[in-house]
């Protein structure tokens, strides 16, 4: 199973910026989809970007425009480029793994990392 690690959370004042990474194991990190989710106190998981095998990325509304995800398929790595922060942006970001670019079978979810805005 492949397993996945975020870093980069962190407590940033609003406007700031901050870049999260996903760092996953295994040698077949390209041909899967990633997303990134977040949570929020007393909220249900939301879906956030997503980044085909081929590049394609979708975004929520809530953050189009303001967040950029990117993969580096060398590094086994997905990158969630978060600016022009928000307090409402506040909420524990998770990364996925997709089964394929067409399913929603989630196979791997990461520990999660903190992200906090300040107003």
């Known amino acids: 199973q492949v397993q996945l690690v975020e870093s980069g959370g962190g407590l940033v004042r609003a406007g700031g910026s901050l870049r999260l990474s996903c760092a996953a194991s295994?040698?077949?990190?390209?041909?899967?989809?990633m997303d990134w989710f977040r949570q929020a106190p007393g909220q249900e998981r939301e879906s956030i970007a997503q980044i085909t095998s081929g590049h394609m990325t979708m975004y929520a509304d809530s953050v189009k425009g303001r967040f950029t995800i990117s993969r580096d398929n060398a590094r086994y790595t997905v990158y969630l480029q978060m600016t022009s922060l928000k307090p409402e942006d506040t909420a524990v970001y998770y990364c996925?793994?997709?089964?394929?670019?067409?399913?929603?079978?989630?196979?791997?979810w990461g520990q999660g990392t903190q992200v906090t805005v300040s107003s």
């Open positions: 295994g040698r077949t990190f390209s041909s899967y989809a």
């Open positions: 996925s793994l997709r089964q394929s670019d067409s399913s929603n079978r989630v196979l791997s």
